[in-house]
């Protein structure tokens, strides 16, 4: 099974700096990843997800954007944070045709 | 388009009482179904799945669920609650090519009284 690696855990940013979280995946090659805010006390949202490197697809429009470099590498964005953006952000991959996802350890950010 | 309804946002149980989580999906095509389990500030883990065959489907942790096509429903049980249970609780589905991204509900946190 494959394993989902993010970084920071915790992360404190004033309104108006710049964001890049990043994940990584061991384990598998070619993965489907993903990346969901999850707001205090709510569910799951879907941000973004991409099938392939260089392939993004957003589910919200919104103050963030999403990248993949590389196969292993999904990098989640943004030029200027707003309050709005704070709460834990979680990164996901998933084998194709197995339809079960791998969630990381999650990155909790807060804007001041 | 698929969805998931997640009954009560918020259940409370005895330590020892049966734990009984509900999850009814809509889908136009046979689904993956999934529960996860998800601790104060971790990522989500997968307690259980359901793609094919045998309807009950038993995971970590003492857990099972069943999928009953006819009530479109895939409710999460175990039969006594430990107080390491208590934590945030999401269904999920799937179309079964397995290619999409996971629908969620909304979660139900569950609570374990001493």
């Known amino acids: 099974s494959q394993t989902i690696h993010q970084w920071p855990a915790t992360l404190v940013q004033p309104v108006g700096s710049p964001l890049s979280l990043e994940c990584t995946v061991e384990?598998?090659?070619?993965?489907?990843l993903y990346w969901y805010r999850q707001a205090a006390g709510r569910g799951l949202q879907l941000l973004f997800y991409?099938?392939?490197?260089?392939?993004i697809s957003s589910e919200v429009p919104q103050n963030l954007s999403a990248s993949r470099p590389q196969d292993r590498q999904f990098i989640l964005s943004s030029k200027k944070l707003l309050l709005s953006d704070s709460g834990f952000y979680l990164c996901?991959?998933?084998?194709?045709?197995?339809?079960?996802?791998?969630f990381g350890p999650g990155t909790r950010l807060t804007v001041l | 388009a698929q969805s998931v309804t997640q009954l009560g946002s918020h259940v409370s149980v005895s330590e020892g009482a049966l734990v009984l989580l509900r999850c009814n999906y809509s889908?136009?095509?046979?689904?993956?179904l999934f529960w996860y389990v998800q601790y104060p500030n971790q990522g989500l883990q997968l307690l259980l799945k359901?793609?094919?065959?045998?309807?009950l489907v038993k995971g970590i942790n003492g857990f099972e669920a069943e999928f009953k096509k006819s009530e479109t429903s895939f409710h999460l049980t175990k039969p006594s609650a430990h107080m390491s249970d208590a934590a945030e609780y999401f269904c999920?589905?799937?179309?079964?090519?397995?290619?999409?991204?996971?629908?969620f509900g909304k979660g139900t946190r569950l609570s374990v009284i001493a």
């Open positions: 359901y793609t094919t065959g045998a309807t």
């Open positions: 996901a991959g998933m084998d194709r045709g197995e339809g079960e996802q791998f």
């Open positions: 999920a589905v799937s179309r079964s090519s397995g290619n999409t991204p996971l629908v």
């Open positions: 384990g598998t090659s070619n993965p489907n």
């Open positions: 991409s099938v392939g490197i260089g392939q």
């Open positions: 889908s136009s095509v046979p689904p993956y």
